[in-house]
Nanobody
Framework: QVQLVESGGGLVQAGGSLRLSCAAS????????MGWFRQAPGKERELVAG????????YYTDSVKGRFTISRDNAKKMVYLQMNSLKPEDTAVYHC??????????????????WGEGTQVTVSS
């Protein structure tokens, strides 16, 4: 059974930083591309960042390019999202997910339909 546990969210002022972590279990982690999604109230869930299984390539949605960095540690089965220069519009529940595939040009869908609790990020103005 695949389990993904997110942590690291919180309340931060605009311009601040947070680092999200995701611990994975129940899968051969290094075989899978991973991503971070977010969902704000009243909005659809969107892929924020993705990373190839080897960690050599990354994808970012336009609104976070230059501010967010995704990384992974295959030995520890962890994926991270460093978020800098946070804006109020970054406020959302953030989820990590196994991606169906990796792409440099389009946001790939998640491999599984179920979602955990995620971690809340709130950016005050």
């Amino acid at each position: 059974q695949v389990q993904l546990v997110e942590s690291g969210g919180g309340l931060v002022q605009a311009g601040g930083s947070l680092r999200l972590s995701c611990a994975a279990s129940g899968l051969t982690f290094s075989d899978h591309p991973m991503g971070w999604f977010r969902q704000a109230p009243g909005k659809e869930r969107e892929l924020v960042a993705g990373i190839r299984r080897t960690g050599t390539n990354t994808y970012y949605t336009d609104s976070v390019k230059g501010r967010f960095t995704i990384s992974r540690d295959n030995a520890k089965k962890m994926v991270y999202l460093q978020m800098n220069s946070l804006k109020p519009e970054d406020t959302a529940v953030y989820h990590c997910a196994v991606l169906r595939y990796y792409s440099d040009v389009e946001p790939p869908p998640p491999l599984f339909d179920s979602w955990g609790e995620g971690t809340q990020v709130t950016v005050s103005s």
